[in-house]
Nanobody, 121 residues
Framework: QVQLVESGGGSVQAGGSLTLSCAAS????????MGWFRQAPGKSREAVAS???????AYGDSVKGRFTISYDDAKNTLYLQMSRLKVEDTAMYYC????????????????WGQGTQVTVS
C-alpha cells in the first residue's frame, strides 16, 4: 500500500530556508495529486501547497512567493522548499497523496505521512 514518510524538519531562524522531503512508496498512480499541510498547537490544519501530475500547483495565501512544491518522479519524492521563513510557519508539516483530481483541500486526500516538525525562531 501507499506509504509516505516526511523528513527534513528542524529548527531555523526567521528569514532562513529549509527543504522538506516526503518519500513515497507503493505509489504507482500515473495521475496523482500530492500536497503539504501543516498544523500548529491549538490551530486547525492548514493547507500549504499541492501539485498534480500535469504540473498544476496551488499555494495557500500565507506561503505564496516563499514556498515551492515539486515532485521528482524518478525518486518518488515530494519536496517543499521553504524560504524567508517566519515564526508563524512553525508547525508540524504533513504530506498527503491521492489519485486523480487535485484541490488544496485536506479532506480529499487518502494517504498521509506522520509529519515532520518545523520550528522557526
Amino acid at each position: 500500500q501507499v506509504q509516505l514518510v516526511e523528513s527534513g524538519g528542524g529548527s531555523v531562524q526567521a528569514g532562513g530556508s529549509l527543504t522538506l522531503s516526503c518519500a513515497a512508496s507503493g505509489y504507482t498512480y500515473r495521475s496523482y495529486c500530492m500536497g503539504w499541510f501543516r498544523q500548529a498547537p491549538g490551530k486547525s490544519r492548514e493547507a500549504v501547497a499541492s501539485i498534480n501530475s500535469d504540473g498544476w500547483t496551488a499555494y495557500g495565501d500565507s506561503v505564496k512567493g516563499r514556498f515551492t512544491i515539486s515532485y521528482d518522479d524518478a525518486k518518488n519524492t515530494l519536496y517543499l522548499q521553504m524560504s524567508r521563513l517566519k515564526v508563524e510557519d512553525t508547525a508540524m508539516y504533513y504530506c498527503a497523496a491521492r489519485q486523480w483530481g487535485c484541490r488544496l483541500l485536506a479532506s480529499i486526500f487518502d494517504y498521509w505521512g506522520q509529519g515532520t516538525q518545523v520550528t522557526v525562531s
